[in-house]
């Protein structure tokens, strides 16, 4: 990997261990928690291992790091560096046994994201970049990562978790950006935004995402060539609502679709 960034190693570590504690819950038909009242959000001792190994080696290798995770909340999250943790992104394809799932894991500097990966344990691949290169490596070997040309809506490839994550506004305006498009696919959760990475598809768009949805995915696109923001243009750095492409000039036809409908 041709990663320069001096804490890419230890992504590496972080990845290793994560993986490890996550395995042995995979097509385990292990127990199941929701999270959420009045809804299903749910998580699996699987993601609790996974975001309990990293941070163990987190806290023993930088102690003076923040520590942002889904499963077991902050630590130090006003420090220069903070690593922004999502053990298991796509628990819904995790639990029913779909390997589309992977394991994010980002690092923050000075609140940007600057280095990050999505590491997919059972099928041993991994996306990585520092926002100025990105690499594949897996069991097709290892290639730079690098967006495709897609200059327009009617040649691109769009992927979206479910449209009916969509409130009736955003709904409407994605569905007509999803009637231009060539292509379009659902339930692909940080694998679409991997695609657009390795020149395999064009665009994402979402709502409703958490920081550790995206910092990782961050420096991955940008750095194969893409851009990501908030559907108004902003840092994506919070999660949000987030616009994802590999040409910015598709970036750019969007966000005008997108900038000015409203989040209610």
């Known amino acids: 990997m041709q990663i320069k960034h001096t804490l ?3 992504l590496e570590r972080l990845a290793a261990a994560a993986g490890e504690a996550i ?8 127990a199941i928690e929701n999270k959420l009242d ?3 959000d749910p998580v699996t001792a699987g993601d609790r291992a996974g975001e309990a190994a990293m ?3 987190i806290n023993a290798e930088f ?8 499963e077991y909340g902050n630590e130090r999250i006003d420090a220069e560096h903070v690593w922004v943790l999502d053990p298991i992104d796509g628990t819904r394809s995790f639990i029913t046994g779909l390997p589309t799932w992977g394991t ?8 940007w994201p600057s280095l990050g990966m999505m590491a997919q344990p059972y099928i041993n691949e991994a996306y990585a970049g520092d926002g100025e290169s990105a690499w594949y490596s897996g069991p097709i070997g290892t290639r730079q990562l690098k967006t495709r040309a897609c200059a327009t809506l009617s040649d691109a490839v769009l992927f979206t978790t479910t449209p009916r994550i969509l409130k009736p506004l955003e709904l409407e305006a994605y569905d007509r950006i999803e009637a231009e498009a060539r292509l379009a696919r659902y339930g692909t959760d940080c694998y679409a935004y991997c695609m657009v990475a390795a020149g395999l598809a064009d665009l994402v768009i979402e709502t409703g995402l958490q920081a550790y949805d995206i910092v990782a995915l961050v420096p991955i696109i940008e750095g194969a060539g893409g851009v990501v923001t908030t559907w108004t243009g902003g840092s994506p750095v919070n999660g949000g609502r987030i616009v994802a492409c590999g040409d910015k000039r598709l970036h750019e036809i969007v ?3 997108l ?5 209610g």
Do not use: C, D, M, Q
């Open 38 to 40: 009045g809804g299903f």
């Open 55 to 57: 941070r163990t080696l």
């Open 8 to 10: 890419y190693p230890f």
């Open 104 to 111: 994010l894991i980002g690092l923050k500097s000075g609140n």
């Open 259 to 263: 900038s000015n409908v409203p989040a």
């Open 23 to 30: 395995l042995p819950h995979f097509r385990s038909n292990g």
């Open 255 to 257: 966000l005008k679709r």
């Open 63 to 70: 102690a003076a790091h923040g520590i942002l995770g889904e």
